[in-house]
């Protein structure tokens, strides 16, 4: 999925709708980059798609809001949706990239 | 589940991938066999590499990937940034399971012509590693001398996976004297696999977490005892490559320093002690890299596993537990980029 092209004044770019976004977790591409985009508990989060541990497609991974918890599919990383922490306590690879995200009117953007 | 690629740049510095494997299928290999009931065995149902059915996907949690053909590799090449690649087996690290002996002998052959005909003449690239039958080692031997002076041709592939005896004993020495003869580097690159034979009794376990971690080291380390005590690097001027086992496990050969002592009379050929041995005539791989080892202890555990200069890094693509280059940068320090990533390779592989 892409999420708009050109950032508005501001330099958001509208993921989707917040609805679509608490159906299914988003994976945009914005400006050649992917992020992951969800709604975990009543927070909006989003995250570059680079794993901390390699730099893998996390996003691309298993992602589990119910759960809360994204898995790499590089080497089965697991993260919680609700902030990025590594699921264990390790120096290495332990924070998921966090981007800016807002809902504003009902939609949710990626600030860049 | 793909495993997907990484948005990461290529690394810059010049990188050799000292273990890049390829999934090679029987279907590779068939017409590379010449007419014989083996060939016709491998064409029936009934063939079939020896698999134990350990889940490698973590319960679909981690990606498959495949690499089987150049092109494949190329792109893995250019994502990561590599420059050259070791290539290695993947059906094949399961080759030494294999017991009828003319099975293996013949999947052996068509493995190296496939190896030889696809991958080596498709540019330099790739340099080759001969695959040996640790069922039959004179076998091995001709495959060696076969092979040995061609170009990009840079080792022998040898099996600690169900060989008959310890990998130090006289049965395999024609392999030893034909990797000397040639100049190639023995490389000894197991599997995390089930076997009955020793040290693969890893139905033991519950799980493939308990498997993989112990798998690799403990076949290096058992193969490797065998190697150093019966004398083979006193008796052979070889190199050999430790593959896929990290480096965690190699302080181990500080305590065969100390069993040598005790009984030297054991390993009459030794001029050396083992640790000596390791440090002079063996490289390791990092892949896969003990990355959460505390802060501040890489250097002790680079010179524990023999010095900086004896450290080579392989990614071990497509396999799951491989390592992308940036594992390097990320644990390694600066001054060190360049000798991790190719010039211990030089010397572990001079023809690289």
Same mark, same amino acid.
């Given at each position: 999925?892409?999420?708009?092209?050109?950032?508005?004044?501001?330099?958001?770019?509208?993921?989707?709708?917040?609805?679509?976004?608490?159906?299914?977790?988003?994976?945009?591409?914005?400006? +050649?980059?992917?992020?992951?985009? &969800?709604?975990?508990?009543?927070?909006?989060?989003?995250?570059?798609?680079?794993?901390?541990?390699?730099?893998?497609?996390?996003?691309? +991974?298993?992602?589990?809001?119910?759960?809360?918890?994204?898995? &790499?599919?590089?080497?089965?990383?697991?993260?919680?949706?609700?902030?990025?922490?590594?699921?264990?306590?390790?120096?290495?690879?332990?924070?998921?990239?966090?981007?800016?995200?807002?809902? @504003?009117?009902? /939609?949710?953007?990626?600030?860049? | 589940?793909?495993?997907?690629?990484?948005?990461?740049?290529?690394?810059?510095?010049?990188?050799?991938?000292?273990?890049?494997?390829?999934?090679?299928?029987?279907?590779?290999?068939?017409?590379?066999?010449?007419?014989?009931?083996?060939?016709?065995?491998?064409?029936?149902?009934?063939?079939?590499?020896?698999? *134990?059915?350990?889940?490698?996907?973590?319960?679909?949690?981690?990606?498959?990937?495949?690499?089987?053909?150049?092109? /494949?590799?190329?792109?893995?090449? @250019?994502?990561?940034?590599? *420059?050259?690649?070791?290539?290695?087996?993947?059906?094949?690290?399961?080759?030494?399971?294999?017991?009828?002996?003319?099975?293996?002998?013949?999947? &052996?052959?068509?493995?190296?012509?496939?190896?030889?005909?696809?991958?080596?003449?498709?540019?330099?690239?790739?340099?080759?590693?001969?695959?040996?039958?640790?069922?039959?080692? @004179?076998?091995?031997?001709?495959?060696?001398?076969?092979?040995?002076?061609?170009?990009?041709?840079?080792?022998?592939?040898?099996?600690?996976?169900?060989?008959?005896?310890?990998?130090?004993?006289?049965?395999?020495?024609?392999?030893?004297?034909?990797?000397?003869?040639?100049?190639?580097?023995?490389?000894?690159? +197991?599997?995390?696999?089930?076997?009955?034979?020793?040290?693969?009794?890893?139905?033991?376990?519950?799980?493939?977490?308990?498997?993989?971690?112990?798998?690799?080291?403990?076949?290096?380390?058992?193969?490797?005892?065998?190697?150093?005590?019966?004398?083979?690097?006193?008796?052979?001027?070889?190199?050999?490559?430790?593959?896929?086992?990290?480096?965690?496990?190699?302080?181990?050969?500080?305590?065969?320093?100390?069993?040598?002592?005790?009984?030297?009379?054991?390993?009459?050929?030794?001029?050396?002690?083992?640790?000596?041995?390791?440090?002079?005539?063996?490289?390791?791989?990092?892949?896969?890299?003990?990355?959460?080892?505390?802060?501040?202890?890489?250097?002790?555990?680079?010179?524990?596993?023999?010095?900086?200069?004896?450290?080579?890094?392989?990614?071990?693509?497509?396999?799951?537990?491989?390592?992308?280059?940036?594992?390097?940068?990320?644990?390694?320090?600066?001054?060190?980029?360049?000798?991790?990533?190719?010039?211990?390779?030089?010397?572990?592989?001079?023809?690289?």
């Amino acid at each position: 999925m892409s999420a708009d092209t050109e950032g508005d004044a501001t330099d958001r770019y509208r993921v989707g709708s917040l609805k679509e976004v608490e159906a299914q977790p988003q994976v945009v591409d914005v400006r +050649g980059k992917k992020y992951l985009v &969800c709604v975990v508990g009543d927070e909006t989060y989003a995250y570059r798609n680079v794993c901390p541990h390699q730099g893998g497609p996390v996003a691309e +991974g298993r992602v589990d809001t119910e759960d809360g918890r994204v898995v &790499c599919p590089w080497h089965g990383w697991e993260f919680d949706l609700d902030g990025g922490a590594n699921c264990f306590d390790t120096d290495v690879g332990a924070q998921l990239p966090q981007a800016e995200c807002v809902v @504003e009117g009902g /939609d949710v953007y990626l600030r860049l | 589940m793909e495993k997907g690629w990484a948005e990461a740049e290529p690394v810059e510095e010049e990188v050799i991938d000292c273990d890049a494997h390829i999934r090679e299928e029987i279907d590779d290999l068939i017409p590379y066999m010449e007419e014989s009931e083996e060939k016709r065995y491998a064409e029936s149902e009934y063939f079939g590499y020896p698999s *134990d059915g350990w889940d490698r996907s973590a319960g679909g949690r981690s990606g498959y990937a495949s690499v089987e053909g150049p092109e /494949d590799e190329r792109e893995v090449m @250019e994502r990561f940034g590599l *420059d050259t690649a070791v290539i290695t087996p993947t059906r094949n690290l399961y080759h030494g399971l294999i017991g009828n002996r003319d099975v293996a002998n013949e999947l &052996c052959r068509a493995y190296n012509r496939y190896l030889m005909d696809t991958w080596l003449d498709a540019g330099n690239l790739f340099k080759g590693t001969v695959l040996v039958p640790v069922q039959d080692p @004179e076998v091995g031997a001709e495959e060696i001398d076969k092979y040995g002076q061609k170009d990009d041709v840079v080792g022998v592939f040898l099996n600690p996976v169900g060989p008959e005896k310890a990998l130090g004993d006289q049965r395999y020495e024609p392999i030893y004297e034909a990797a000397e003869r040639h100049d190639l580097t023995v490389c000894i690159h +197991g599997a995390a696999t089930t076997h009955s034979t020793f040290p693969l009794q890893t139905n033991y376990f519950h799980k493939f977490l308990e498997v993989h971690a112990i798998s690799h080291p403990f076949q290096q380390m058992a193969q490797i005892t065998s190697i150093i005590c019966r004398g083979i690097p006193e008796r052979y001027d070889l190199r050999f490559v430790s593959m896929e086992a990290g480096l965690g496990w190699v302080p181990y050969i500080y305590r065969l320093d100390k069993e040598f002592l005790a009984r030297p009379n054991e390993a009459p050929d030794l001029d050396r002690l083992p640790s000596e041995i390791w440090a002079d005539d063996f490289w390791v791989v990092s892949q896969p890299m003990e990355e959460t080892i505390p802060d501040g202890c890489i250097d002790a555990m680079a010179e524990l596993a023999g010095g900086w200069d004896n450290l080579l890094f392989a990614t071990d693509w497509p396999h799951w537990d491989f390592d992308a280059p940036s594992v390097v940068k990320k644990t390694m320090p600066r001054e060190r980029w360049e000798q991790v990533y190719h010039e211990n390779a030089r010397a572990a592989f001079p023809g690289v």
